[in-house]
């Protein structure tokens, strides 16, 4: 019986990217190609493009794989909102939330691309100000009752000097914004 036995090749122009040696293979003979072509050769574990299309026995190989990603990463002060999964597809991604007196600053998702997390999940502290803080610095709240008080991430809030007493020369205003968790408290004499 006979049998005949056929080896494809494909043939394709690529350009390499010559700054990354790490994927670098080296051909056990010469390919000949003409100006401005290149080869691409598909076998078992990826591709392998000639570098810019010139004779040359260095190859760069590219997996032809899909790249999964693990479970998301932890991020401070948030956690994820979607139901976790053991690994998940290039593309997908996941929503993270910040704990309560928490604000997220920018986007809050994170993507799984080519087997890496991508984004930044940063959340905000917010402020804390006492009655005892402002007992101490002669202060009062401009308006409401004197109590202890929490400040979401940019918010503002106002003082008054207490009776008596004027913001001192090298005191901040008496308007202040909380700036991750932040404040500075004005001061009255």
Not at 21 to 34: P, R
Not at 146 to 160: E, V, W
Request: aromatic residues 8%.
């Amino acid at each position: 019986m006979k049998s005949n036995l056929f080896v494809v090749f494909l043939y394709v122009c690529v350009s390499v990217d010559r700054s990354s040696t790490d994927n670098v293979a080296e051909l056990e003979s010469n390919i000949f190609l003409q100006p401005g072509q290149s080869v691409r050769v598909i076998c078992s574990q990826g591709s392998m493009t000639v570098e810019n299309g010139q004779n040359s026995k260095k190859v760069l190989c590219q997996t032809n794989e899909k790249r999964y990603c693990g479970l998301p990463p932890a991020a401070e002060s948030a956690d994820v909102t979607d139901t976790l999964k053991d690994q998940y597809q290039d593309g997908e991604r996941v929503k993270y939330q910040c704990q309560a007196l928490h604000t997220i600053s920018g986007n809050p998702y994170m993507t799984c691309s080519d087997g890496q997390w991508t984004g930044t999940i940063r959340c905000m502290k917010s402020c804390t100000v006492t009655a005892e803080e402002m007992d101490q610095n002669k202060i009062h709240l401009a308006h409401g009752p004197q109590r202890k008080i929490y400040l979401a991430h940019l918010d503002f809030i106002s003082f008054k000097c207490n009776w008596w007493k004027s913001l001192q020369a090298d005191s901040p205003g008496l308007r202040q914004q909380c700036i991750d968790g932040v404040m500075p408290l004005p001061r009255c004499a």
